[in-house]
């Protein structure tokens, strides 16, 4: 019987301790005149615009081991976006819309966005797509601090994808 509380006790202890550092990282929204969210929200600005033309911003932008999942739940990695990028592109009028920055710390940021495109579906080029998306973005260790050139996207999450077919 002793073994078993003691096993308890363990891992009550454990856990209370997994609590903490979870507790102690505090967010906070990023200012509007915040120089590494408006670093950030540039390169997703550009990463938007790549659907349109090969701008040569994935490889910079994206970490290694990045991972993704697409709007038709596949996952996807920094080779897949890279190939993508110099594939013949036929999409036009894109663009980032809304996007926000909420920082934990000063290594981990999770952005909140959606973009748009017109004539990203092939089988429907005069089709409208809109995309609502979380990322996460890392500041990798040894870097300097809040340097732009450290942070890379990690992963990437579609919330929603839907199309609009323009009437014209």
Request: charged share 25%; glycine share 6%.
């Given at each position: ?6 096993r ?23 200012s ?6 408006q670093?950030?929200?540039e ?7 790549g ?23 596949a ?20 663009g ?35 995309q ?5 973005w ?20 579609p919330?929603?994808?839907?199309v ?5």
């Amino acid at each position: 019987m002793r073994e078993i509380q003691v096993r308890i006790f363990a891992s009550a202890v454990a856990a209370a301790q997994l609590l903490v550092p979870a507790s102690a990282q505090r967010g906070h929204w990023a200012s509007p005149d915040d120089k590494t969210a408006q670093s950030i929200i540039e390169m997703e600005r550009k990463w938007a615009e790549g659907v349109r033309v090969d701008n040569g911003v994935v490889a910079g932008l994206l970490a290694d081991d990045f991972q993704g999942t697409s709007a038709k739940d596949a996952r996807f990695t920094k080779a897949d976006e890279l190939k993508d990028e110099k594939s013949v592109r036929t999409a036009h009028d894109c663009g980032l819309d809304d996007t926000k920055v909420h920082f934990f710390g000063d290594r981990l940021a999770l952005v909140y966005g959606s973009e748009h495109a017109i004539g990203k579906d092939k089988s429907q080029p005069r089709a409208r797509v809109c995309q609502v998306w979380t990322e996460t973005w890392l500041k990798r260790s040894g870097s300097s601090p809040r340097s732009i050139i450290a942070w890379n996207a990690s992963s990437s999450q579609p919330q929603v994808t839907f199309v609009a077919i323009d009437q014209e």
